[in-house]
């Protein structure tokens, strides 16, 4: 029973390049989040979805999308990478009680 | 902001001893949940506590809640080594019970 499964697990990109980090849950669980984490800043939400098809805007949204075509999958795209989306990207899934699964991070670093 | 907030920032302990660390809050919640980040990994969960609720124990851990001063604390009990990790509080509130804000957590290191 892996949880949640996030890829890649780290990734340097470049400044204006793009890329998706996927989300997988195999607990069929209905709610899915993305978060960042950064230095001195906690974890702040990005986007979540509440159910298949569904995407909401979390506290910080700009310069990342969202989709969750498939119930088990959440991914998080960035079009256009810049500087200040450095950071550690976790997902997480509930069903919504009682406490989210995290999964392990994804370390992304644009230079 | 709608975070909460922990106190202190960083603690240090020997082993044995107990940790406590607070959360304060400036909103009405829903729930109150604290959970534990070791270094380089995934948060997990510890503990949930309704806003109706007082007090919740699991094994070790100790969780308080007084809606009143909008406050909770984490109590570990004979800490261990292995108790060494960041420890964060989250805040369900407003008309979610599922949508977590987390604070940015409490360093908590426990010598042998």
């Known amino acids: 029973n892996a949880g949640v499964t996030q890829t890649p697990k780290f990734r340097v990109l470049k400044t204006g390049q793009s890329m998706t980090l996927l989300c997988a849950q195999d607990m069929n669980h209905e709610y899915m989040y993305w978060y960042r984490q950064d230095p001195g800043m906690g974890l702040r939400l990005i986007h979540y979805?509440?159910?298949?098809?569904?995407?909401a805007k979390g506290e910080v949204p700009d310069g990342y999308n969202v989709s969750r075509l498939k119930k088990q999958n959440f991914l998080l795209g960035l079009e256009s990478a810049a500087p200040s989306q450095t950071s550690v990207y976790f997902c997480a899934s509930n069903n919504p009680a009682p406490g989210y699964t995290f999964g392990s991070g994804t370390r992304l670093t644009v230079v | 902001s709608q975070q909460g907030e922990e106190d202190p920032q960083a603690l240090s302990i020997q082993e044995g001893e107990n940790a406590t660390m607070n959360c304060s809050y400036k909103t009405s919640i829903n729930n109150l949940q604290w959970y534990r980040q070791n270094s380089g990994r995934g948060l997990v969960h510890l503990i949930l506590i309704r806003s109706n609720e007082r007090e919740k124990h699991s094994g070790r851990l100790r969780v308080t809640l007084d809606t009143s001063k909008k406050s909770s604390s984490l109590l570990i009990t004979a800490s261990r080594a292995a108790d060494t990790a960041s420890y964060f509080c989250a805040l369900a509130f407003g008309g979610s019970n599922y949508k977590l804000t987390f604070g940015k957590g409490t360093l908590l290191t426990v010598n042998p």
């Open positions: 979805s509440v159910g298949e098809g569904t995407t």
